[in-house]
């Protein structure tokens, strides 16, 4: 905190709670802008997002927030659940929640060709892919707060929730499968993947 902050207090960001969700363009401008200033490197991309943001005013960070978990609602499918699950051997909650944010930090193209067909990830090298962890998922709300003293408010979608993205009464989009199921749902992967 500066001098003139400590003196007068620091000056009060003004910001409006709101459902509205950053454009779409927009939002995969700044995920592409991170992921390309990190060279592909996961960990340095939320730095490089936080840079990004950092340029936003409030209600913008909270609109990309919005877009943010919107489209990682879109990726709560059971056919992605399956792939993730079969190329590691298994994958709770969690881990398919650490998934899908590692899956939007790669940008529009990538997200989108996944989410329709999982078993594109035969093409991913397993090294890369992340399920450990919440990497960018936590980044909006890190520069919201620093920006304005205060946690950004959490938007209330009909079907998101806090935890899991997504209202776990309704559960994932798709049709449920079993473990069974995966090798035929995903001959590719379960090749690449599955035990023998």
């Given at each position: 905190?500066?001098?003139?902050?400590?003196?007068?207090?620091?000056?009060?960001?003004?910001?409006?709670?709101?459902?509205?969700?950053?454009?779409?363009?927009?939002?995969?401008?700044?995920?592409?802008?991170?992921?390309?200033?990190?060279?592909?490197?996961?960990?340095?991309?939320?730095?490089?997002?936080?840079?990004?943001?950092?340029?936003?005013?409030?209600?913008?960070?909270?609109?990309?927030?919005?877009?943010?978990?919107?489209?990682?609602?879109?990726?709560?499918?059971?056919?992605?659940?399956?792939?993730?699950?079969?190329?590691?051997?298994?994958?709770g909650d969690d881990d398919f929640?650490?998934?899908r944010d590692w899956v939007l930090a790669q940008g529009k193209d990538?997200?989108?060709?996944?989410?329709?067909?999982?078993?594109?990830?035969?093409?991913?090298?397993?090294?890369?892919?992340?399920?450990?962890?919440?990497?960018?998922?936590?980044?909006?709300?890190?520069?919201?707060?620093?920006?304005?003293?205060?946690?950004?408010?959490?938007?209330?979608?009909?079907?998101?929730?806090?935890?899991?993205?997504?209202?776990?009464?309704?559960?994932?989009?798709?049709?449920?499968?079993?473990?069974?199921?995966?090798?035929?749902?995903?001959?590719?992967?379960?090749?690449?993947?599955?035990?023998?």
């Open positions: 905190m500066g001098f003139f902050d400590k003196l007068f207090g620091k000056k009060k960001v003004q910001f409006t709670p709101t459902h509205e969700a950053l454009e779409e363009s927009k939002f995969w401008s700044l995920i592409h802008t991170s992921y390309a200033s990190a060279g592909g490197d996961y960990e340095k991309q939320q730095t490089e997002l936080e840079k990004e943001l950092k340029k936003l005013s409030a209600d913008d960070i909270i609109r990309f927030s919005n877009q943010y978990y919107k489209l990682k609602e879109h990726a709560y499918t059971w056919e992605l659940w399956g792939a993730i699950y079969l190329m590691q051997g298994g994958c929640d650490y998934f990538f997200f989108y060709k996944t989410v329709s067909d999982p078993e594109s990830l035969v093409e991913v090298d397993e090294a890369r892919v992340f399920v450990e962890w919440e990497g960018l998922s936590y980044v909006a709300f890190k520069v919201f707060e620093e920006l304005t003293g205060q946690s950004m408010p959490i938007p209330d979608f009909p079907d998101y929730d806090e935890n899991e993205g997504s209202d776990e009464e309704d559960g994932p989009r798709g049709k449920e499968w079993d473990d069974d199921d995966l090798e035929s749902m995903f001959p590719k992967l379960n090749a690449k993947y599955g035990s023998s």
